[in-house]
């Protein structure tokens, strides 16, 4: 009987072709808004699009027409940009043809950040100084002082900042009177600085400290006082002139040049009867007189020998040595130098230092020349790591280091030839890294460069070999009137219950398909064999069962991307994705993606985006975790791949849409019942609440080749395309 009536119903279909040339356009139903209710700050712009039902009527919908019930609190534009103006509630409303939607916009007080000052005030005395002023803010500031004997360690800059504060002496018996104001774009605050005006009896120097050097030299002071004043040095090497005088003055220092390599420092006493000043007066040393020595350099045989050094200097010095075959001592200025004999065979450097509390030199000491070479200059990893090797081939003792911690060597040292294991641990970034193993051979030193491979952060490793993939951006949609094959416009799209309706003249894409139907060879592609009404390809046929015919991207071009560029995951790839990859748990679960249940897979190294909600394990629930669209779009452009539970056709049924999800993999089989009878199963990833598997079974039953699943085709790592 089922059979029977479908050949009505084709027959029906027919007559319908045969009246119209054409397929019927679908009519817009509803349309909606992204948000029904949207709050925003004054000043701020958001955006509203328009949602249609269904998806495919949008092509041929009308123009849509944008309103406000309230420019003034919120404009929106041609393409729903909504603009908030001032605190309050409008209205946006969306017009498509005779139908509309809303969108409740509620403008808020925009936020202002704060600003605090402190010390409110600054107050000096006539001498000036330094204060530290405290800013904190969250924002842009600017600084200003309102008088020259104000200065500022910085006039702008952001956030958090402690200002220095500068205030000159005051020269005048007036007090004085500034201001330091600091400025955001959302306000202000304002410093009082008061400076108290000199007193009869005060007495100010200008500068009160001078640091002179070694050679000496002349400088000014200013001496500010009211009355009488004297002036006396401490110690002769400074002098001043004139060392008295009445009222305000300027006076000149004179400093001898140092005859000391230690600093020297003195005071100058100025007195007016009421107030003592001191002038401090630095000296920096002279330099020390050099350390020499008779000879710089013993070039020493094999057998050793003994030398006599000279050493000239004005000060008691020592000699240390930086080598066990070399012994120094001292006798007045003669230093003893024996260099033992050289039993390696291999190169001998060292060094003696003589040295004073001022001053140093040093004694060169060789013995025949070291020999070291690399058999490389660089070494190459791919990101996973790798277990490399090099050649030292050395006449001498040697050392290794490496310049990180990722590039470990079997040897830290040795001597003569020897092939170093080098360990190249795996890459913990996208960015391509360099390390350097370096050499050492006495005072020779070689470099390997060692250069990593980042891991290309939107890939999944699919096996245990390493093997690294591509996901395609969406399901696959296939219409057989034009025989064109492409992907859904978002990865969370399917058709549903639509493929139901799949035939010969099917105008519409379908996403549902047969095992055998890639278009290898054997027609028809994807709809119906008017022969077979439960298969999309008669499923007694062996060859469908081929370890080719099934994969849609090796033999169909899709899109506008030539033919071979793609291919089905294996069914060992599902599995190592999903629970045998390194840290397999955390990188997939049940969720719901925009409003529509499936699974989520993340890449390798997935690095979760700012603001997206994290998910630490697999779970097998759709509301778990659920994204809407621009979470998800924010997940979407680093790597992140979601499978929709698009359902499953049986014969021209489809169940499970919204519910479960059923994508093919390479793999299948024939179970034989006996008498020459058979079932062909085809193993796909199957998903549901509960529920993730990869098999040609599950709880539901078995999955016959004639079953209509979903297709998400990958792309190897450096192929084509």
């Not at 202000?188 to 200008?206: D, N, Y």
């Not at 069962?545 to 099934?550: D, E, N, R, V």
């Not at 080749?705 to 792309?715: E, H």
Request: net charge negative; aromatic share 10%; proline share 3%.
């Amino acid at each position: 009987m089922k059979h029977l009536f479908f050949f009505s119903a084709v027959v029906a279909l027919l007559f319908l072709a045969g009246c119209k040339s054409e397929e019927p356009q679908l009519a817009l139903q509803s349309i909606s808004l992204n948000k029904s209710q949207l709050e925003i700050e004054n000043g701020n712009t958001a955006h509203l699009t328009v949602i249609y039902s269904p998806e495919e009527a949008e092509a041929t919908a009308p123009e849509v027409m944008w309103e406000s019930s309230r420019t003034r609190v919120a404009s929106v534009d041609d393409n729903g940009k909504v603009t908030a103006k001032n605190v309050g509630t409008a209205t946006i409303t969306a017009y498509c043809g005779k139908l509309s939607a809303t969108c409740e916009v509620t403008v808020v007080k925009a936020t202002v950040p704060a600003l605090s000052v402190s010390p409110a005030t600054i107050s000096s005395t006539e001498k000036g100084g330094e204060w530290s002023l405290n800013i904190t803010t969250t924002t842009e500031w600017t600084a200003t002082a309102s008088a020259a004997w104000l200065t500022l360690s910085d006039t702008k800059g952001f956030g958090n900042k402690k200002l220095t504060v500068t205030i000159a002496a005051n020269e005048t018996f007036e007090a004085t009177e500034g201001t330091i104001i600091i400025k955001t774009a959302f306000g202000g605050e304002t410093v009082k600085v008061t400076r108290a005006g000199r007193t009869p009896e005060a007495l100010i120097l200008t500068p009160n400290t001078i640091n002179a050097p070694a050679a000496g030299g002349t400088f000014s002071v200013k001496v500010l006082s009211a009355i009488s004043w004297t002036a006396k040095a401490a110690e002769s090497w400074a002098t001043v002139s004139p060392n008295s005088g009445s009222g305000d003055g300027e006076v000149t220092i004179s400093v001898a040049a140092s005859n000391t390599t230690k600093d020297t420092k003195q005071e100058i006493l100025f007195d007016n009867g009421e107030k003592k000043e001191k002038l401090i007066i630095n000296r920096t040393g002279r330099d020390p007189l050099p350390i020499t020595l008779s000879q710089s350099t013993i070039d020493a045989p094999a057998g050793g020998g003994t030398y006599n050094i000279t050493v000239n200097s004005e000060l008691p010095f020592t000699a240390t040595q930086n080598a066990d075959w070399v012994s120094v001592s001292i006798s007045g200025k003669t230093a003893k130098v024996v260099v033992e004999a050289n039993n390696t065979g291999t190169h001998n450097a060292a060094q003696v230092v003589f040295k004073t509390e001022e001053n140093s030199t040093t004694l060169t000491i060789t013995q025949k020349a070291p020999t070291l070479s690399l058999s490389t200059d660089y070494l190459y990893s791919p990101e996973e790591g790798a277990e490399l090797s090099f050649k030292i081939t050395s006449n001498y003792s040697w050392t290794i280091t490496t310049s990180t911690s990722w590039v470990t060597t079997d040897y830290n040292s040795g001597s003569g030839d020897k092939t170093i294991s080098v360990t190249v641990s795996e890459a913990t970034s996208s960015e391509t890294t360099n390390s350097y193993i370096t050499v050492k051979c006495a005072n020779l030193t070689k470099s390997i460069q060692v250069i990593r491979s980042g891991f290309d952060a939107v890939c999944f490793t699919s096996t245990a070999f390493g093997t690294k993939i591509y996901f395609a951006p969406a399901n696959l949609y296939y219409t057989a009137t034009t025989n064109k094959f492409s992907f859904a416009a978002s990865q969370y799209s399917y058709i549903g219950a639509l493929n139901a309706n799949i035939g010969a003249n099917y105008g519409s894409p379908i996403d549902l398909f047969g095992r055998g139907t890639s278009g290898y060879k054997y027609k028809p592609y994807t709809y119906v064999n008017t022969s077979v009404a439960t298969n999309y390809c008669s499923k007694n046929t062996e060859q469908y069962l081929s370890g080719t015919q099934h994969d849609w991207g090796t033999y169909n071009a899709i899109g506008s991307e030539t033919a071979g560029n793609w291919r089905v995951p294996s069914f060992s790839e599902w599995e190592y994705i999903l629970k045998k990859r390194k840290n397999c748990n955390a990188l997939h679960t049940l969720a719901t993606v925009a409003g529509k249940c499936g699974l989520i897979i993340l890449p390798d190294h997935f690095q979760w985006p700012s603001g997206v909600t994290k998910f630490s394990s697999a779970s097998t629930d759709y509301t778990s975790c659920v994204y809407d669209a621009s979470a998800w779009q924010k997940m979407e452009n680093v790597g992140a791949i979601f499978l929709p539970a698009a359902g499953r056709r049986d014969e021209k049924e489809v169940t499970g849409a919204g519910s479960e999800g059923y994508y093919w993999t390479d793999k299948a089989t024939y179970i034989s019942t006996g008498s020459g009878y058979g079932r062909h199963l085809g193993y796909v990833l199957h998903f549901k609440k509960n529920s993730i598997t990869v098999s040609e079974t599950d709880e539901d039953g078995e999955v016959p080749i004639s079953t209509g699943c979903s297709v998400r085709l990958v792309k190897d790592v450096g192929a084509q395309g």
